[in-house]
């Protein structure tokens, strides 16, 4: 047996996990407590029964497990992760009777944020609740007034100001952020308050603990504890007294959590590749953890994704990158590189080779938002076929019908490889993920193959006059890249980019491989 499945977790709590897989899909009509508005919302989407993830998760909140426990879910790319939290918070918000920011979500990307978002966006209004986002899409001030509700001084002219609420307020229940838009609020924003949070969820996790975004974890949990201290400070009082808009948590003696007389904010974290290292899990400050993971591996791949290496002339990756798109025929596929700049390159030289037969675009952090917006309705709508793309930019990323990725570059790590195989074969459909290697990255790849748990990759080869048939115009191709990257860094050092001179020019004595 290979070491990494045998390795026991330094975290006691995560040593006896719930196992996922012991979990059947349940159809909605056979799930206990679930809200029948929330059930008809469902529907809407085409959900007739719940993943395995999202009935483990429904157990341990709405179930018996009732929200005692901060949940952690390390699950498979694809399995339902945002359903599994968005819909037990949204059932639990639902009896709630006045509005303020009860349940923030935070993702590592604005794409990514706005993904999840349109799934709490097809549930919250049907039992009433607003969901807001904070991830930059719209100016500061567009973003302010959509979260933060003044109180009207018209309406009010005639009324004591003792009386009327008039400091502003939250006006959503659910807010999806990014951290730095997050922090831009807590900063800044007048009315933004975290005072009457009850969920918070870190989706993402692994992520989002690796970088510290403005030290925003920290500062939420700091911000989130105070109004327990706060809170607890007002021992002597009646919790009637403190006014509706407090949320009467509720009481967590029941497990020994002595000293806590409200009930607490509840953290779920998710990811399909949790990380399990105590110095990054503690930063979450996580209160009585429970594990949900999937079998007792500690990387799965999908079910029905089938995985290919392809063996290349390193000097004519290009070429192979290009046979093999030919030969899947249009179908929709991401293209993953190393680096922003390797994606661009790529790009850039797929675009000299002339009339391809396929659409394909660029997509990374070197673009404006709202180019890459545009570019990924293109892709979701089927106007592109093909994406080439950056890790960063495509984690979590949920798009129907793709049907392969392609590793252009190896991918460094075993969870690299997860993440982005995991654009395919989501939600039960089948998908194929394809790593094109120089002969000597074989046998490091073999290795990392066999941490994802896959010892199934077999060898794809491609017939030979597909690469040769495009031999006479690539050398033209790469003479064309090279005057083109040449020129874009004049260009680009001309209006000033000083910096980016110097990386330009030793850029362009690149290979493209
Ligand atoms: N119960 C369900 N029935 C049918 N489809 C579902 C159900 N739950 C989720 N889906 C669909 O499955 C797909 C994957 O869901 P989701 O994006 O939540 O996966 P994930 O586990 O978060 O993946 P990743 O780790 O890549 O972020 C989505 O297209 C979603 O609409």
Redesign the pocket.
Known sequence: MDESKKRVPHLPWMRNPVDIDLFDERPLSLLPHLDRRLEVALRKMN?E???PV?VAVWQETIGPGAFERDICVN?P???????SYALPIVQALASRKIRCLRALVVLPTRDLALQVKEVFDAIAPAVGLRVGSAVGQTSIADEISELIQRPNLEIHATLDPEYIQMEPRTSVDILVATPGRLMDHINMTKGFSLEHLRYLVVDETDRLLREAYQSWLPTVIQLTCSTDQEMLSHETVDPAFLGSLITVRRSGVERGFKGKRYPRLVKMILS?TLTQDPSKISQLDLHHPLLLTSGNKRYRLPELLVSYKLICNSKLKPLYLVALLQELKGEKCIVFTSSVESTHRLSTLLKFLGELPFQFSEYSRLQRQSVRSKTLKAFREGKLEVLIATDAMTR?M?V?GIRNVINYDMPPYVKTYIHRA?RTA??GQSGRCFTLLRKHEVKRFDSMLKKADDNSCTLHSLPADSIESLLPIYSSALEKLKEFVESEARRKSSIGFKSAKGNKRKRTTHKVE
């Open positions: 959900i029964s719940l993943f999202q699950s790319t694809g399995s339902g992760k945002t359903l399909a979590g949920d129907e995991g989501r939600a």
